[in-house]
């Protein structure tokens, strides 16, 4: 059920989440499939409702950094450095986790994932949540696992339909992509996924770039190798590469939807074309509405023009190769 962000209807949803059930709510970056995280049948819930393998740990989401002592064992001063400089905010903390957090939420891992989001919403549920005697929400996006990610309620019951408690409705989320997230489980920071804080802010707090995650990283969210993918198989083509693919299709009887952000449609294009924003944050605000939309077309095939190098399309490159990505 769609519900509007009246503070009864955000009264319903933490009474919901205390009861054990399923909830979906907005944040920053997309929305997310909510439980109580102190509940592990409520957790494991979420991993049925996604078909999220057992094994892939969720974050939690907090309504304070004060709360971390009771899910982490341990924070180094980085860790802190970098909770001060962005939460509420788009940032996911791995740490070394507490006596009690439950295996449902770290997949069985010695590491749990926190974050205090910045969506009002989001902060309105918890605070709520929290006076009902909560204390963190579990809460992976609000898409089928491997699936392109929910950045408005639709997406959500389009996935799920009537499965959930409440789906709180705010609109478009803002980033429209994931939080990035840093590990610190053996000392030095790891970078395990790009996202909406760049890595030059997160560099610019710790006084260095932070190491990307290798074999032995701490397991994260999105970070398989297909991940945020449609269904429909999908191309990333740079620009050459596109405008000569497209110019090939005349006559081949191929169905194929596009999605382009420097190109201009060619007047003998039978296909359906998608103007993406040439900015990097708008482009990365519409990009799963974008994808979702795309894939509802039933075309034969996706091809994506592929983003611009620099260091502000990083996170969107990862999105996108992973999206196309066909192991």
């Known amino acids: 059920m769609i519900v509007q962000p009246t503070p009864e209807n955000i009264e319903r949803a933490a009474r919901s989440l205390r009861e054990g059930a399923l909830v979906a709510f907005p ?9 109580d995280a102190r509940n592990p049948d409520a957790v494991r819930r979420i991993f049925a409702a996604k078909r999220r393998p057992a094994a892939h740990p969720v974050i939690v989401h907090l309504a304070e950094a004060s709360a971390i002592g009771r899910w982490a064992s341990s ?29 449902a939420v770290t997949g069985g891992a010695e590491s749990v994932g926190l974050r205090v989001p910045a969506h009002p919403i989001a902060r309105a549920l918890l605070e709520r ?35 959930l408690a409440l789906i709180i409705d705010a609109g ?10 840093v590990a610190f489980t ?10 909406a804080i760049p890595v030059e802010r997160i560099a610019a707090v710790l006084g260095r770039v932070p190491a990307s995650g290798g074999p032995n990283a701490p397991r994260a969210s999105g970070t398989l190798e297909s991940h945020y993918a449609p269904r429909t198989p999908a191309k990333l083509l740079d620009a050459g590469e596109l405008r000569n693919a497209v110019g090939s299709l005349h006559g ?33 605000q519409e990009l799963y509405a974008n994808l979702r939309a795309l894939d509802a077309l039933a075309a034969d095939e996706i091809w994506i023009e592929a983003p611009p190098d620099g260091p502000e399309w990083s996170a969107v490159r990862d999105r996108l190769r992973r999206a196309t990505h066909r192991g």
């Open 27 to 35: 944040t920053e970056t997309v929305y997310g499939l909510g439980a």
């Open 75 to 103: 924070a180094p001063a980085e860790a802190r450095a970098l909770a001060a400089a962005f939460w509420p905010g788009p940032l996911t903390l791995i740490l070394p986790r507490a006596p009690g957090v439950s295996d």
């Open 129 to 163: 949540f929290v006076a009902l005697g909560g204390d963190g929400i579990a809460a992976p996006s609000a898409n089928l696992f491997g699936r392109v990610s929910a950045t408005t309620a639709q997406h959500v019951c389009d996935d799920f339909g009537d499965e």
């Open 172 to 181: 478009a989320c803002p980033h429209g992509i994931e939080s990035t997230i």
């Open 186 to 195: 053996e000392g030095e920071p790891l970078l395990l996924r790009l996202g």
């Open 252 to 284: 081949r009887g191929t169905h194929v939807a596009v999605l382009a952000h420097s190109l201009a449609q060619p007047a003998s294009f039978e296909g359906v074309w998608f103007d993406a924003p040439a900015h990097d944050a708008a482009y990365a």
